[in-house]
């Protein structure tokens, strides 16, 4: 029986994606989740998940941010990323950063549910119209390179780097995660070592070449 986690904050799209996913696994179990904290602490909860449809902009996740993490403290769980970010060069990353493959928010019931079953028989799905132009496209050495090292944090270490990037210092990020002060110095000392860098500034550079900006628009 497969175990299916729709993460995306918009709840009539995770209607549609749950209606398709029943569908095409109708002996499925498929679980929800409307930000990143909460597929994450899913994910912690039923390490059986065969398959994260995983939306790009949501609560606790902005961009690649959200795949990065999941992938780094899940890297067994299947990632199907759906998002509005359907440039071929987005996708590229996507799947440099370790997603199975990408279904766009435009996708019809029948392409999902075509995604969805080739990722649970181990293969990989893209937008047939896109396909051959991602396969052209060379991958990003900078965002393999960021992908291996993220996998190395662990996910308290995630978090605290993701309160980093907000500005926070260590005092307010041990109050927000109820942790000692020492233990996020730690943590800090920890994810500096793990990520290649010296300082805040650079750790923050790093979570910044995550982000995307708005999906292009005709």
Not at 146 to 174: D, F, H, M, S, W
Not at 195 to 211: E, K, Y
Request: glycine share 6%; proline share 5%; with cysteine.
């Amino acid at each position: 029986m497969s175990r299916l986690l729709i993460a995306d904050d918009h709840p009539l799209f995770r209607a549609a994606l749950r209606q398709a996913a029943s569908e095409n696994v109708p002996d499925g179990t498929i679980y929800e989740a409307a930000d990143l904290a909460s597929a994450l602490t899913m994910l912690a909860n039923e390490p059986d998940m065969d398959l994260v449809l995983l939306d790009l902009h949501m609560p606790g996740s902005q961009g690649l941010s959200g795949l990065a993490a999941l992938r780094g403290q899940h890297p067994g769980v299947a990632v199907l990323v759906v998002s509005a970010h359907d440039e071929a060069r987005t996708i590229r990353r996507v799947l440099d950063h370790g997603a199975a493959g990408f279904i766009p928010k435009s996708a019809s019931p029948a392409e999902i549910g075509e995604a969805i079953r080739s990722v649970l028989d181990c293969g990989s799905w893209l937008p047939p119209a896109l396909a051959q132009t991602i396969a052209s496209l060379p991958a990003d050495a900078a965002d393999t390179n960021l992908a291996i090292r993220l996998a190395r944090l662990t996910e308290q270490q995630y978090r605290v780097l993701a309160l980093l990037g907000e500005g926070l210092l260590n005092k307010q990020i041990a109050d927000r995660l109820s942790i000692q002060e020492r233990t996020v110095k730690a943590h800090v000392t920890a994810i500096f070592e793990k990520l290649g860098v010296r300082n805040r500034t650079q750790a923050s550079v790093l979570l910044q070449s995550l982000t995307l900006g708005e999906p292009a628009r005709g």
